[in-house]
């Protein structure tokens, strides 16, 4: 990873995604865990696996175990809770391979409004812009990944920002492909970090940027199988996701959280 990379949010978060690069280091080849660019997370679902994410949560401060049935995340949660922890979940939505005609009609029936111009975060970008779409994202709850996965140099990746004519970033969507040892997957992505500026919000802004980073994963890198994390009372979050091909897998995404590390309890809001 480039000794260049950004990290995003706050110290506390920023410190994290450090912990998470070096940690991504020395299990990168492991298939017992994957990496979006924020915490390294453990992806088995045994209940051998409960005492590796508790582990990894006290090296890291975070650690996630996506895509858990619920009787699994039950019985992780209650274990990962007594060994002093805290918990955090989100229902996993999923939008699988197939067409993707739905998502080239919602791009067809609207465009950013007038004024906006679509950008793209990439590892060259300033240091100015990395800090614009920080403060923004991170005024949203959202945690942006590290700079080497946003930008694609650890995997293919799309983050694409709305901008003024002054060059303030007002929205923001991005997707990036997990990484993990794989045989015969064709990949994973997660999807999402969708951010909007106040003054800008209820015309439309994440629902075409997400739009529009779904088209450029599937078109640049075959992408085809897309995950996002989504409270259960996020209402609007369920409808922007349904409007794009989404729905709830029945799975969960479940966080181990340290509150001796990450003093707020969460990784993201």
């Known amino acids: 990873m480039a000794l260049s990379t950004r990290y995003f949010g706050s110290p506390e978060q920023q410190a994290l995604e450090r912990r998470a690069e070096l940690l991504w280091q020395v299990v990168a080849g ?13 992806v088995g679902n045994g209940a051998e696996d409960v005492d590796l994410q508790i582990a990894m949560a006290r090296l890291q401060g975070v650690c996630p175990a996506p895509r858990l049935t619920p009787e699994v995340k039950q019985a992780r949660a209650a274990a990962i809770e007594a060994a002093g922890l805290v918990t955090d ?3 996993h939505w999923r939008r699988d391979a197939g067409s993707m005609a739905d998502v080239a009609e919602v791009l067809a029936r609207r465009a950013l409004p007038e004024g906006l111009v679509v950008r793209e975060a990439t590892e060259e970008m300033s240091a100015a812009d990395f800090d614009r779409i ?6 949203c709850g959202v945690l942006l990944p590290a700079s080497a996965f946003l930008g694609g140099a650890m ?3 799309v983050c694409l920002f709305a901008a003024t004519a002054e060059g303030e970033a007002v929205g923001l969507a991005a997707s990036v492909l997990e990484q993990r040892a794989r045989d015969g997957d064709p990949g994973f992505a997660m999807w999402g970090m969708l951010s909007t ?5 209820g015309r439309g802004i994440a629902k075409t940027l997400g739009a529009l980073v779904l088209m450029a994963m599937a078109e640049r890198h075959g992408v085809r199988h897309f995950g996002t994390g989504i409270r259960s009372d996020n209402v609007e979050s369920a409808r922007l996701c349904a409007g794009l091909g989404f729905a709830p897998s029945g799975l969960l995404d479940l966080m181990a959280i340290d509150p001796a590390t990450m003093s ?4 993201t809001r």
Do not use: N, Q
Request: aromatic content about 8%; charged content about 25%.
């Open 134 to 139: 920080d403060a923004l994202t991170a005024s």
């Open 155 to 157: 995997g293919p990746a």
């Open 30 to 42: 492991d298939p017992r865990f994957a990496h979006h660019g924020r915490a390294v997370a453990v």
């Open 264 to 267: 707020g309890g969460r990784m």
């Open 197 to 201: 500026a106040e003054a800008w919000r």
């Open 89 to 91: 979940v989100y229902d």
